[in-house]
């Protein structure tokens, strides 16, 4: 199925950005997603932004903290396409010098992506991405 | 195709459920999750869980931890429905005694949730939540 197709190369073009991304630059995955008023992004780092005046911001900051890095690799948990949107929920591996960290470290992030055909073309409206990818204790949802 | 009914409707019982949730007890909640194979959670606990027995499982375990709690309310940031898909994106705020706590205290999720058409209702098919509401240091991407 074309459309099915089209979300895997969409994602297979989402991992060579991503490794441009972890070396520092966020414009190859800045243009996998959508540019309109609906797309929003909820990164490790802070809250949801939405619009894509604010989600471009909040990439260029989250790429400006990660540094000599790559995309190591990902490992699909579920997906599921339709005409109209698609999601899939993955781990995704990757390492790259972090903050101030002078070392390059392994990390893993738990992602959902959900994604949108726009004018022919698949793109991502919506991605969360946390580092939960191990037990916390309860108290850790505890605002303070 | 089967009428469904409005997703509105189904989110304002979702957050009801939240509220039973709240005060430990995940059966509410459960209802609105589909019980296929395909279902997946990331709750801000536990790593992914996928199919209908585990993700059932991770609901025990993220329930019991909450006691004397309420679902305070629920902020929409986006909300996208197709005819096959939908999803929405929240913050929700609620307050809990939590674990070994007895005071009662605050807590923030950001959600992610993915609905399905099923039997004439929206069912869950994914949930994603985290409590990464407020800025946070790179660095804590390292530590997960």
């Known amino acids: ?4 197709d089209n979300v895997d190369e969409l994602i297979e073009q989402f991992h060579l950005a991503s490794d441009e991304f972890l070396k520092g630059n966020p414009e190859h995955t800045k243009k996998l997603f959508s540019q309109r008023e609906d797309v929003t992004l909820a990164n490790p780092f802070g809250p949801p932004a939405y619009g894509w005046e604010r989600v471009a911001e909040v990439m260029d900051h989250a790429a400006s903290q990660v540094r000599d890095g790559e995309f190591v690799g990902s490992e699909t948990i579920a997906k599921h396409v339709t005409a109209e949107l698609a999601y899939v929920v993955r781990i995704e591996r990757a390492k790259a010098k972090v903050g101030g960290r002078g070392e390059i470290t392994p990390f893993a ?6 994604f949108r055909p726009e004018d022919g073309e698949w793109k991502i409206v919506h991605r969360h991405a946390d580092p939960i990818t191990a037990p916390r204790p309860a108290e850790s949802v505890i605002q303070e | 195709m089967t009428a469904i009914n409005d997703l ?6 979702f957050h009801l459920g939240q509220d039973e949730f709240a005060k430990g007890n995940p059966e ?5 999750f589909s019980h296929r194979e395909d279902v997946t959670l990331n709750n ?6 996928r199919g209908w027995d585990e993700v059932a499982a991770t609901m025990d375990r ?11 309310s629920a902020e929409t940031i986006q909300k996208h429905v197709t005819s096959e898909l939908a999803y929405v ?3 929700e705020r609620g307050e809990a005694k939590v674990a070994g706590r007895e005071e009662i205290t605050p807590w923030a999720l950001r959600a992610t949730m993915i609905f399905r058409p099923e039997e004439g209702t929206w069912k869950v098919v994914h949930r994603h939540a985290d409590p990464i509401t407020t800025e946070q240091p790179a660095e804590s991407v390292v530590q997960g």
């Open chain 2, 8 to 13: 509105d409707e189904v989110l304002e019982q």
């Open chain 1, 109 to 114: 992030l738990r992602v959902t992506m959900i």
């Open chain 2, 62 to 72: 993220g329930a019991a931890p909450f006691r004397d709690g309420k679902f305070l």
């Open chain 2, 44 to 49: 801000p606990l536990s790593p992914p869980a």
């Open chain 2, 89 to 91: 994106v929240e913050i």
């Open chain 1, 1 to 4: 199925m074309a459309a099915v």
């Open chain 2, 28 to 32: 509410p909640c459960k209802k609105f």
